[in-house]
C-alpha cells in the first residue's frame, strides 16, 4: 500500500459531532418567526404596547415556545431549553438600561458641550442662560481637589489596616477585617452627618471643601482597605520567608519586599477608591455643598464638585440647567470609567474589587 | 515517648526597635480606622440624644415630622416611621426585583456565555457598578420615572384588586415603585458579584456526575450549583438590601417625600430615612438638625447591622468554598 | 532516651576503614566520624533533644544531633516526618508559623538561639537558608536580589560590585549572569533562579546554611549545578541539606540522619556517615528506605 493510499483512506476529516449542526440553526430561527407572531398576539390580547411592550411580549412568549419546541426530546430537555432562554433573556434585560444610562448621558451631555465648557465657572452666568456662556471648571477642579484630599486620608490609612490585618496579624486583625467590609456599607449620608457634626460645626465652624474631603474619605477607606488586603494576600509566603531568613526585620520585609512587589495591586487600590467616591454626592451636600466660582481655598467656604454640580443644575429646573446636569453627568462619567479602565489596564487580572 | 513530663519552651520573639514602632504604628492606623465606626456613633448619638429624649420611642413609631413654627405655636414633633417604612419597602422592591436578575446573570456569565465574551462582560459588570448613583438619579429622574409611570399604571388596572397595587389619586410618578426598580438596578451589579463569585467555586466533580447521570445542563445548576450557592447568595441579596437602604440622591429624585406611612406602592408618596436628611438639612432649625442627627443614627445602626449579617454570611460562604 | 541508645550503637559499629576513606577527602575538613554527631558541645550547630509542636500536634520528638563545622548533613525520611520542621528549628523560622510551639536547645557555636536574649534576626544572618521554590524578589533585578541580604539586615556593604561578582561565582552563576545583572531576578531559568537564591544567601556570609529541598523544582542538569555549588561551599561553611533524593544525598553529604514517623510525631532513627547509611545501616527501617522499600 502506498503512502498516499493510507493518507487517502485512513486519515480522517476532524470533526466536532456535538456542535449545533444547520438543522438546529433552522430550528432556531422557526422558534424566534413563532416567537414574534406569539408576541404580536399577546400584545393585541393584553394591551402591552411600544419598544419595550413587544419586547416584554417576546420575553414571555420565547421561552415557552423553547419549552414547547424541546419537548419530543422530553420534558427535561423542554425544561433544560426554557431555563436557557429565561437566563439569556434575563441578561440581555438587565443589560438594557445600564446601556440606556450609558447612551442617554453621553448623547444628552453633548447638548452642553462647547469650547468653554470645561474652561469656564457659572460665577457671571446663571444656570438658565444659554447654553455657550459658563461651564464647569469649578467642579472639575473642585472634583480633583476633593478626590486629593480624600486620597490623601484614605490611602495611606487603607493600606496601614491592609498592612495591620495581613503583615503584622495583630490582636485586632480579624476585627479589623470584619468592621472595614462592613463598613463598607455605611450610607454616604451618614459619613456626611458625622463630618458635618465633627469638623463643620465644631472644628471650622463654617463649611468647606476639607470636610468634603474628609466624608469621602470615610467611604473611600472600606475600598482601599479591602483591595489592598486582597493584593497583599496574592504575595508569596515564599518571600517573606525568604527575607526573614536573611536576618531581615518584619519592617524591612514589608517594605522592602512586600510592598514593592504588589506596587501595581496597590496603585490599582487606589484608583478603585477614588472611583468609588468620585461620584458621590450625598456627604458634599452636607459638608462641601456648591459653589458657582472656582475656589482653591479648602479652608474656608463650600467648593463646587461635579456631583453637586449636576444636582444643583438638575434642581433648577430649567431646560438649560438640566441640559448642564447631563453635560456634568458625560464629563463624571468619562472621569470614572478613565479611573476605572486605568485601575484594569494596571492591575491586571488578579486585583478584584472588594465590596 | 511520653509527652506529658516535657516541658515546652517559650519562644520569646524579641523584636527590634523598628519592629516595634512599625508595629505600633501599624496597629494604630488601623485601629483608627476600626475606631470611626464607633465615633460616627457616638457623635450621632451625641448630636440626637436630646431628640431621643424629648420623643422618645415615638420617635421611631411616629409618622410626622413638622420641625414647628418660629414663635412656637406649634411644637416641634418629629417621628420617622413613614421614611423607615419608606426605605424598607423600597429596599425589599429593589431587592426583589434585582435577584432573579442577578441569578441569571451570573448562571449565564458563569455556565451559559460563550468563553469569549465572558470576561468583556464581566469587565461591563464591574464598570457599570461605578456609575455613581447622581448619575443613576438623573437617569431615574428624566428616563425612568415616565416609563414606569406608565407601567405602574397598567399594573394597577391589572391587579387593582391587591390592596398594595391600588392608588388613591392616578398619578403614578415618583412612588416607591420607580425608585425600587432605581435601586434594584443600583444594586444588580454587587449582588450579581456576590453570586457569580460562589456560583464559580461551585463543585466542578459534582456538576460533571450530574452530567455523568443523564442531567440536563439546567438539571445539574439546579441540583448542584444553586445549592450550593445558596447561603452565599442570601448574602449577596442582604448587601444589596444594605446598599438599597442607604441611598440617598438617586431616591431623592425619584420619590415624591411625604410624611404618611404608605404601602401602597405606585402611589406617589414615600420616602427613606437617607433622602429625608438631604431633603431637610439646608432648612433645617437646630432642633430639628437635632433629629436628622437621631434619624442618622438610627439609619447607621440599621444598615450597619444588615451589613455585618451579609458580611457574616457571605465570608463564610467564601470560606466553606 | 532510645534515641541515644540507637546512636551510640551505631558509632560503635562504625568501621574504621570506612572512616579513613571519607576523611582523607580534603584535609581543611574537620575529621569525619560518627562520633562527630554526637552532641559534644563543640563549634558548629548542635541540637539537644528539640522537640516540636503545631497547636498540639507533635511534629517532632526528642532529636539530638551535632553538625560538625564545614561539613554537608543530609537529613532524608518520607514525607511528613518533620525534616523540614527540623530545619526551620534551626534558624528560628519555626515560630514563624502560627501556634508553632517547641522543647529543648539549640546551639550554635555554644549559645542557645532560643534564649530571651537572642535577636533572631542575628541569628538568621548568620545561618541563611535556602528554600524548596526558587523565590526570588520579583520586584528587584538580578543584583539586587544578591545584594538584598545587607540591605535588609541593614549590614554595610565596602565594595558591593566585589561582593556581588564573589557570592554569584561562590553559587556558580556569575559566568551566566554578568551580562545581565540589571534584568529582572524572575527572568531566569528554574535553576538559575534556584542559584540566585543560593547567591543572596551567601551575601551576608552565614556560617551555616541550610538547604530545604534546593532541588525539588529543578531539572537533572540544574541539579548538578546546584550540587556541585554546595559541594564548593562545604569547604567553608556547614551545611545541612533536606533532601527526598537518596542519590543526591549519597552524592553531596558527609553525613546522613534518617527521620521517621510511625503516625506520631517524627524522630531521628539514626545518624552516621552517609557512606554507613546507605552501605551498612544499624537499623531496619533506615535499610529499607534508602533501598527504596517504602517512603
Same mark, same amino acid.
Given at each position: 500500500m502506498s503512502t498516499s493510499s493510507i493518507e487517502a483512506t485512513s486519515i480522517p476529516q476532524p470533526q466536532r459531532p456535538w456542535r449545533q449542526a444547520k438543522r438546529a440553526w433552522r430550528q432556531a430561527i422557526v422558534m424566534l418567526v413563532v416567537s414574534v407572531v406569539g408576541a404580536t398576539l399577546l400584545m393585541q390580547v393584553t394591551g402591552l404596547a411600544g419598544v419595550i411592550g413587544s419586547y416584554v411580549a417576546f420575553a414571555l412568549v420565547f421561552p415557552v415556545v423553547a419549552f414547547l419546541a424541546s419537548m419530543k426530546y422530553g420534558k427535561k430537555a423542554g425544561q433544560d431549553?426554557?431555563?436557557? +432562554?429565561?437566563?439569556?433573556?434575563?441578561?440581555?434585560?438587565? !443589560?438594557?438600561?445600564?446601556?440606556?444610562?450609558? !447612551?442617554?448621558?453621553?448623547?444628552?451631555?453633548? #447638548? +452642553?458641550? *462647547?469650547? =468653554?465648557?470645561?474652561?469656564?465657572?457659572?460665577?457671571?452666568?446663571?444656570?438658565?442662560?444659554?447654553?455657550?456662556? =459658563?461651564?464647569?471648571?469649578?467642579?472639575?477642579?473642585?472634583?480633583?481637589?476633593?478626590?486629593?484630599?480624600?486620597?490623601?486620608?484614605?490611602?495611606?490609612?487603607?493600606?496601614?489596616?491592609?498592612? *495591620?490585618?495581613? #503583615?503584622?496579624? =495583630?490582636?485586632?486583625?480579624? *476585627? +479589623?477585617?470584619?468592621?472595614?467590609?462592613?463598613?463598607?456599607?455605611?450610607?454616604?449620608?451618614?459619613?456626611?452627618?458625622?463630618?458635618y457634626t465633627t469638623i463643620v460645626?465644631?472644628?471650622?465652624?463654617?463649611?468647606?471643601?476639607?470636610? =468634603?474631603?474628609?466624608?469621602?474619605?470615610?467611604?473611600?477607606?472600606?475600598?482601599?482597605a479591602r483591595t489592598a488586603e486582597e493584593v497583599l494576600k496574592l504575595v508569596p509566603d515564599d518571600l517573606r520567608a525568604a527575607s526573614y531568613a536573611m536576618g531581615a526585620s518584619q519592617f524591612s520585609t514589608v517594605f522592602r519586599i512586600v510592598l514593592p512587589t504588589v506596587r501595581s495591586g496597590l496603585v490599582t487600590a487606589s484608583i478603585l477608591g477614588v472611583a468609588r467616591v468620585a461620584g458621590e454626592t450625598a456627604p458634599l451636600l452636607l459638608t462641601s455643598q456648591y459653589f458657582v466660582q472656582l475656589t482653591t481655598n479648602i479652608l474656608d467656604g463650600p467648593m463646587a464638585s461635579l456631583p453637586t454640580y449636576i444636582f444643583a443644575n438638575l434642581g433648577a429646573g430649567s431646560d438649560t440647567s438640566v441640559a448642564r446636569a447631563w453635560g456634568g453627568s458625560a464629563v463624571l462619567m468619562s472621569i470614572v470609567f478613565i479611573l476605572f479602565v486605568t485601575a484594569r489596564l494596571l492591575g491586571g487580572r488578579n486585583t478584584k474589587s472588594r465590596h | 515517648m511520653e509527652s506529658t513530663d516535657l516541658k515546652q519552651r517559650e519562644i520569646v520573639i524579641r523584636r527590634g526597635l523598628a519592629d516595634r514602632i512599625f508595629r505600633r504604628a501599624m496597629a494604630t492606623g488601623a485601629i483608627l480606622s476600626l475606631s470611626l465606626l464607633a465615633l460616627i456613633a457616638s457623635f450621632l448619638l451625641f448630636r440626637g440624644f436630646e431628640v431621643f429624649r424629648d420623643f422618645g420611642f415615638s420617635f421611631i413609631t411616629s409618622a410626622k415630622w413638622d420641625s414647628g413654627s418660629a414663635d412656637g405655636v406649634t411644637p416641634a414633633s418629629f417621628g420617622i416611621a413613614a421614611m423607615l417604612v419608606g426605605s424598607v419597602v423600597t429596599a425589599i422592591i429593589a431587592i426583589t426585583v434585582a435577584l432573579p436578575f442577578a441569578i441569571c446573570?451570573?448562571?449565564?456569565?458563569?455556565?451559559?456565555?460563550?468563553?469569549?465574551?465572558?470576561?468583556?462582560?464581566?469587565?461591563?459588570?464591574?464598570?457599570?457598578?461605578?456609575? $455613581?448613583?447622581?448619575?443613576?438619579?438623573?437617569?431615574?429622574?428624566?428616563?425612568? @420615572? @415616565?416609563?414606569?409611570?406608565?407601567?405602574?399604571?397598567?399594573? @394597577?388596572?391589572?391587579?387593582?384588586?391587591?390592596?398594595?397595587?391600588?392608588?388613591?389619586?392616578?398619578?403614578?410618578?415618583?412612588? $416607591?415603585?420607580?425608585?425600587?426598580?432605581?435601586?434594584?438596578?443600583?444594586?444588580?451589579?454587587i449582588t450579581t458579584s456576590v453570586a457569580r463569585e460562589v456560583y464559580s467555586q461551585a463543585p466542578r466533580d459534582q456538576i460533571d456526575a450530574a452530567y455523568g447521570l443523564g442531567g440536563t445542563k439546567w438539571g445539574a445548576i439546579r441540583s448542584v450549583v444553586m445549592p450550593f450557592g445558596r447561603s452565599g447568595l442570601v448574602g449577596g441579596a442582604m448587601l444589596g438590601l444594605g446598599r438599597a437602604l442607604g441611598e440617598t440622591v438617586a431616591v431623592y429624585l425619584v420619590l415624591n417625600l411625604v410624611f404618611k406611612i404608605n404601602l401602597q406602592i405606585l402611589a406617589s408618596a414615600g420616602g427613606n430615612v437617607a433622602s429625608l436628611i438631604a431633603t431637610r438639612f439646608s432648612e433645617a432649625t437646630p432642633y430639628e438638625l437635632k433629629g436628622l442627627m437621631a434619624a442618622g443614627l438610627v439609619l447607621f445602626l440599621v444598615t450597619l447591622a444588615v451589613n455585618a449579617t451579609a458580611t457574616l454570611i457571605v465570608n463564610r460562604a467564601r470560606n466553606t468554598a | 532516651m532510645n534515641e541515644s541508645s540507637i546512636q551510640k550503637t551505631e558509632s560503635e559499629m562504625i568501621l574504621p576503614g570506612i572512616q579513613q576513606g571519607v576523611t582523607m577527602a580534603t584535609e581543611d575538613h574537620t575529621n569525619r566520624n560518627a562520633d562527630n554527631l554526637q552532641v559534644n558541645g563543640s563549634t558548629g550547630l548542635e541540637v539537644r533533644n528539640v522537640h516540636a509542636w503545631f497547636n498540639k500536634h507533635h511534629a517532632l520528638a526528642d532529636?539530638?544531633?551535632?553538625?560538625?563545622?564545614?561539613?554537608?548533613?543530609? &537529613? %532524608?525520611?518520607?514525607?511528613?516526618?518533620?525534616?523540614?520542621?527540623? &530545619?526551620?528549628? &534551626?534558624?528560628?523560622?519555626?515560630?514563624? %508559623?502560627?501556634?508553632?510551639?517547641?522543647?529543648?536547645?539549640?546551639?550554635?557555636?555554644?549559645?542557645? %538561639?532560643?534564649?530571651?536574649?537572642?535577636?533572631?534576626?542575628?541569628?538568621?544572618?548568620? %545561618?541563611?537558608?535556602?528554600?524548596?521554590?526558587?523565590?526570588?524578589?520579583?520586584?528587584?533585578?538580578?543584583?539586587?536580589?544578591?545584594?538584598?541580604?545587607?540591605?535588609?539586615?541593614?549590614?554595610?556593604?565596602?565594595?558591593?560590585d566585589e561582593l556581588l561578582e564573589d557570592c554569584l561565582t561562590r553559587a556558580g552563576l556569575w559566568k551566566e549572569v554578568k551580562d545581565r545583572l540589571k534584568a529582572s531576578g524572575s527572568s531566569l531559568s528554574g535553576g538559575q533562579q534556584q542559584r540566585l537564591c543560593i547567591a543572596r544567601a551567601l551575601a551576608l556570609n552565614p556560617e551555616a546554611l541550610l538547604l530545604d529541598e534546593p532541588c525539588s523544582a529543578l531539572d537533572p542538569g540544574s541539579t548538578l549545578r546546584v550540587e556541585e555549588t554546595i559541594v564548593q561551599l562545604s569547604q567553608t561553611m556547614t551545611i545541612v541539606i533536606v533532601t527526598h533524593n537518596m542519590q543526591q544525598a549519597a552524592r553531596v553529604s558527609d553525613y546522613c540522619a534518617f527521620f521517621l514517623s510511625d503516625g506520631g510525631p517524627g524522630q531521628l532513627v539514626e545518624a552516621d556517615l552517609t557512606t554507613n547509611i546507605f552501605s551498612n545501616p544499624g537499623d531496619q527501617r533506615t535499610a529499607d528506605y534508602v533501598q527504596g522499600r517504602f517512603g
Open positions: 431549553k426554557m431555563a436557557s +432562554a429565561i437566563i439569556c433573556l434575563a441578561f440581555g434585560t438587565a !443589560f438594557m438600561p445600564w446601556m440606556s444610562i450609558l !447612551f442617554t448621558v453621553f448623547n444628552r451631555g453633548r #447638548e +452642553a458641550f *462647547y469650547s =468653554g465648557f470645561l474652561t469656564t465657572d457659572m460665577l457671571v452666568n446663571s444656570s438658565d442662560q444659554p447654553l455657550n456662556m =459658563g461651564g464647569l471648571s469649578h467642579a472639575i477642579v473642585g472634583t480633583l481637589i476633593l478626590i486629593f484630599i480624600a486620597s490623601m486620608v484614605a490611602i495611606p490609612l487603607g493600606i496601614i489596616t491592609a498592612i *495591620y490585618i495581613v #503583615e503584622v496579624k =495583630g490582636r485586632f486583625a480579624s *476585627y +479589623a477585617r470584619f468592621f472595614t467590609q462592613a463598613m463598607s456599607g455605611v450610607p454616604s449620608i451618614v459619613a456626611g452627618l458625622f463630618i460645626v465644631v472644628v471650622f465652624n463654617r463649611f468647606n471643601a476639607l470636610a =468634603g474631603g474628609l466624608a469621602l474619605a470615610i467611604l473611600m477607606l472600606p475600598t482601599v | 446573570v451570573a448562571l449565564f456569565l458563569e455556565y451559559y456565555a460563550p468563553s469569549f465574551i465572558r470576561k468583556p462582560l464581566t469587565a461591563v459588570l464591574d464598570l457599570v457598578a461605578a456609575i $455613581p448613583s447622581v448619575i443613576y438619579g438623573i437617569w431615574g429622574y428624566t428616563i425612568l @420615572n @415616565n416609563l414606569a409611570a406608565g407601567w405602574a399604571k397598567s399594573l @394597577n388596572s391589572w391587579f387593582d384588586w391587591i390592596w398594595f397595587f391600588k392608588v388613591p389619586a392616578p398619578i403614578f410618578t415618583r412612588s $416607591p415603585f420607580i425608585a425600587g426598580l432605581l435601586l434594584a438596578l443600583m444594586i444588580l451589579p | 532529636v539530638s544531633l551535632h553538625f560538625p563545622q564545614n561539613t554537608v548533613t543530609g &537529613l %532524608i525520611g518520607p514525607s511528613g516526618c518533620g525534616k523540614s520542621t527540623f &530545619l526551620r528549628l &534551626l534558624n528560628r523560622m519555626h515560630e514563624f %508559623i502560627p501556634k508553632a510551639a517547641m522543647a529543648g536547645e539549640v546551639l550554635f557555636n555554644g549559645e542557645d %538561639i532560643y534564649s530571651p536574649e537572642v535577636d533572631p534576626t542575628e541569628i538568621r544572618k548568620r %545561618i541563611g537558608m535556602v528554600f524548596q521554590k526558587p523565590n526570588p524578589f520579583p520586584s528587584m533585578t538580578i543584583a539586587e536580589n544578591v545584594l538584598a541580604g545587607p540591605k535588609l539586615a541593614k549590614v554595610k556593604v565596602e565594595n558591593k
